[in-house]
């Protein structure tokens, strides 16, 4: 049978509404009654009903979390973390996948009706502002990624062109001067990859260091394939790149299967920085440097976001959040110590 505010109350011999104040953690309640109160729970395995308490706020106590492929190690890695930032809060997360199809994005961000969650976070790849335009305002909505929009939603991404100049002054310190960028996707100028563009020009630039499109490698997707084709054409096109900065590491594990199969000893000959500090990353025969973006801080400033919004839905004013990022200095780089 299951146990009762009120069973708790009459074992402790306290009002319901104290033992309410407690599992709720109200600060009104003096410690040793606290104390007192928290033993009888313990002791009689009480189970807050989870459910009940949502819906008194007139609530599900469920959110969705939408991203382009949960395939994706780094995408996979995150949806763990938003689940876990999730339950500190009591809350369920179901999960989506839009493929990064700019009409499953929009199905996504607008098809959730009838209160069957009280918010959605979501990773878009080619939605555009517009689609945006007729969404239910009723159910919250906190963006990720890097895409930018002019929107009133809170938007959480760290910074993508600081990151990219970071990963490749890493690689201006090694003394490399021929550096490839792998992932342009330059048919957009607002996808992820074109900021990571800009932050590989800028800081090529910056050391006096020419940034031709000779060096940079397109691909139509992100995966260890798109890496392995865009390396090879690279090479194939005359080109003798001594680094390579690579759009994630799923990309830069691609390029450096290529390099391998070319005869090309990474770091001695060229060496590799990718993006996402994916757990692959860190177990391959040469381990990969990368740009480690905080995915449980994301993950906390998406969901507090999100439930700030259920708090406070007259806010219509959307923020710019910014996590940490730092580089992971590995063997793609170092070589082995």
């Known amino acids: 049978m299951r146990v009762s505010l009120k069973d708790v109350a009459e074992h402790a011999g306290v009002s319901i509404k104290t033992v309410s104040n407690v599992v709720n953690n109200h600060p009104h309640v003096t410690p040793a009654m606290r104390s007192r109160v928290q033993r009888t729970i313990d002791e009689l395995g009480y189970r807050p009903n989870l459910a009940a308490r949502h819906l008194r706020k007139g609530r599900t106590g469920i959110i ?121 996707r330059t048919d957009s100028a607002n996808r992820p990859a074109h900021l990571r563009l800009d932050g590989w020009r800028a800081e090529l630039t910056a050391a006096g260091l020419p940034a031709p499109d000779e060096l940079v490698g397109e691909t139509t997707g992100w995966d260890r394939d798109d890496g392995a084709y865009a390396m090879a054409r690279i090479l194939d096109s005359g080109v003798r790149p001594d680094a390579v900065f690579a759009y994630n590491d799923l990309v830069a594990i691609g390029a450096m299967r290529v390099l391998h199969e070319r005869g090309l000893r990474v770091p001695w000959d060229v060496a590799v920085v990718g993006f996402d500090d994916i757990a692959e990353g860190r177990f391959g025969a040469v381990t990969l440097t990368t740009i480690s973006p905080d995915k449980p801080a994301i993950a906390r400033l998406a969901v507090r976001s999100l439930l700030h919004r259920l708090e406070r839905p007259e806010e219509r004013t959307g923020r710019r959040l910014t996590p940490e990022y730092r580089l992971i200095e590995r063997e793609s780089t170092l070589g082995r110590r």
């Open 64 to 184: 969705a979390l939408a991203v382009p492929e949960l395939g994706n190690p780094y995408f996979a890695e995150l949806a763990g973390a938003v689940i876990d930032a999730a339950a500190e809060h009591d809350v369920t997360v179901l999960l989506d996948h839009t493929q990064g199809d700019r009409e499953q994005e929009i199905l996504v961000s607008q098809g959730f009706r009838e209160r069957v969650i009280d918010g959605l976070i979501l990773s878009p790849l080619e939605l555009e502002a517009e689609d945006l335009g007729g969404r239910d305002g009723d159910v919250p909505l906190v963006l990720l990624g890097e895409r930018e929009y002019d929107l009133p939603y809170d938007h959480i991404a760290i910074d993508n062109v600081a990151a990219a100049r970071t990963a490749v002054r890493h690689l201006l310190g090694r003394g490399r001067t021929r550096i490839v960028y792998l992932g342009a």
